[in-house]
T-cell receptor, first 115, second 111 residues
Framework: AQSVTQPDIHITVSEGASLELRCNYSYGATPYLFWYVQSPGQGLQLLLKYFSGDTLVQGIKGFEAEFKRSQSSFNLRKPSVHWSDAAEYFCAVGAGSGNTGKLIFGQGTTLQVKP | DTAVSQTPKYLVTQMGNDKSIKCEQNLGHDTMYWYKQDSKKFLKIMFSYNNKELIINETVPNRFSPKSPDKAHLNLHINSLELGDSAVYFC??????????FGPGTRLTVL
């Protein structure tokens, strides 16, 4: 069965520091992988996605993520965090062709940014 | 130019009532979804329609009934509301197997 684990429930970083949010997945085939961000009281916004090809993907707002098949990981990174990055971050795996396309989400990581 | 919209944004109601949440997308997508986000922010798929055909029907009480009148709309009707139904419900849309775009959510509070 598909599953996604985000080991860090809550992370606090100082503004300007680098950030890495961890995501591990379990899926039998090549996964479709996503990172979404949810600001308080808002919907989810797609940061980036991986379907195939280059394992380092660039997203919006200066975020990037690297797909590592050997580690079943898709960690999200940002070199310098801004106060506006404080939000909830969700990693998700999607079933690809031949399945239903539904997303399985991790439990989310709350990012707090210290001034 | 809202992409995925939901109404209402907030819904407060008494136990036992029936309520509906509406969702519309103007992205030309062929697939729409309903997700439930609980108090711990965990997101779980409930239903999905592709070209008006139900393709995902997770383990959800049959008090919940989705309906898709056309590809741009997906509504969620809930009968006999219970306290445990309190959550944020998100609608999303996509071209199937592609990234999903989410609406702003409907916060349902059952008293």
């Amino acid at each position: 069965a598909q599953s996604v684990t985000q080991p860090d429930i809550h992370i606090t970083v100082s503004e300007g520091a680098s950030l890495e949010l961890r995501c591990n997945y379990s899926y039998g085939a090549t996964p479709y992988l996503f990172w979404y961000v949810q600001s308080p009281g808002q919907g989810l916004q797609l940061l980036l996605k991986y379907f195939s090809g280059d394992t380092l993907v660039q997203g919006i707002k200066g975020f990037e993520a690297e797909f590592k098949r050997s580690q079943s990981s898709f960690n999200l990174r940002k070199p310098s965090v801004h106060w506006s990055d404080a939000a909830e971050y969700f990693c998700a795996v999607g079933a690809g062709s031949g399945n239903t396309g539904k997303l399985i989400f991790g439990q989310g990581t709350t990012l707090q940014v210290k001034p | 130019d809202t992409a995925v919209s939901q109404t209402p944004k907030y819904l407060v109601t008494q136990m036992g009532n029936d309520k509906s949440i509406k969702c519309e997308q103007n992205l030309g997508h062929d697939t729409m979804y309903w997700y439930k986000q609980d108090s711990k922010k965990f997101l779980k798929i409930m239903f999905s329609y592709n070209n008006k055909e139900l393709i995902i029907n997770e383990t959800v009480p049959n008090r919940f009934s989705p309906k898709s009148p056309d590809k741009a709309h997906l509504n969620l009707h809930i009968n006999s509301l219970e306290l445990g139904d309190s959550a944020v419900y998100f609608c999303a849309s996509s071209l199937i197997y592609n990234e999903q775009f989410f609406g702003p959510g409907t916060r349902l509070t059952v008293l």
